[in-house]
């Protein structure tokens, strides 16, 4: 069984900027979910997929926006970045027993 | 709403010692709580989760948990720190199992040898 995959490990945008972070779930998982973390801090929802449908969502503003594909891979896009937005973004993929398994995530740096 | 607090930034034991780390909820049915440990540069590992039933749940690595409803409680143990357990551990509760996860601020372990 293979783990969660996220790409970029790293990135570096300015403000303004839109970036477009990928995930990789686990075989057989069709529900992802994106969650935020900021330094020095416990990680935050954005939002989740279920059979390429979002059924969930954070409060994070409409620029942030994702897409899960056929495959159940998925994609965490961020329009107008702003400085805030610099933190570790990880991916989760969900077990049918509810179990989540995080990726090792994608550090964004906004200047 | 649903909260997760961890009172303690940063804990150091010396290896050898037993840990402790305390974690509170915020939420009025019972819900589902779990223990995730990260190291630098990986992603989050699930040590353990409490859905229902006995309240003492073992994990991995040697971890255990208890769930103490009358204080709203959720502490994870470990009788014996290996200098390899130094990360910082989250803890997390959930609606349901399919819901989105609300974290704590977490707790960085630091181990002496």
């Known amino acids: 069984e293979t783990g969660v995959t996220q790409s970029p490990t790293h990135l570096i945008k300015t403000r303004g900027q839109q970036v477009t972070l990928r995930c990789s779930s686990q075989?057989?998982?069709?529900?992802v979910s994106w969650y935020q973390q900021a330094l020095g801090q416990g990680p935050q929802f954005i939002f989740q997929?279920?059979?390429?449908?979002?059924?969930g969502r954070g409060n994070f503003p409409p620029r942030f926006s994702g897409l899960q594909f056929p495959n159940y891979s998925s994609e965490l896009n961020v329009n107008a970045l702003e400085l805030d937005d610099s933190a570790l973004y990880l991916c989760?993929?969900?077990?049918?027993?509810?179990?989540?398994?995080f990726g090792p995530g994608t550090r964004l740096t906004v200047l | 709403a649903q909260s997760v607090t961890q009172p303690d930034i940063h804990i150091t034991v010396s290896e050898g010692a037993s840990l402790e780390l305390r974690c509170n909820y915020s939420?009025?049915?019972?819900?589902?709580l779990f223990w995730y440990v990260q190291s630098p540069g990986q992603g989050l590992q699930l040590l353990l989760k409490?859905?229902?039933?006995?309240?003492l749940v073992q994990g991995i690595k040697g971890f255990e948990a208890e769930f103490k409803r009358s204080q709203s409680s959720f502490n994870l143990r470990k009788p014996s720190v290996h200098w390899s357990d130094a990360a910082e551990y989250f803890c997390?509760?959930?609606?349901?199992?399919?819901?989105?996860?609300?974290f704590g601020s977490g707790t960085r372990l630091l181990v002496r040898p």
């Open positions: 997390a509760s959930s609606m349901d199992s399919s819901y989105k996860l609300i």
């Open positions: 939420y009025g049915a019972t819900p589902y």
């Open positions: 997929y279920y059979r390429e449908e979002e059924n």
């Open positions: 409490y859905f229902s039933g006995d309240t």
């Open positions: 989760a993929s969900r077990s049918s027993s509810g179990e989540q398994f």
């Open positions: 075989s057989g998982h069709n529900t």
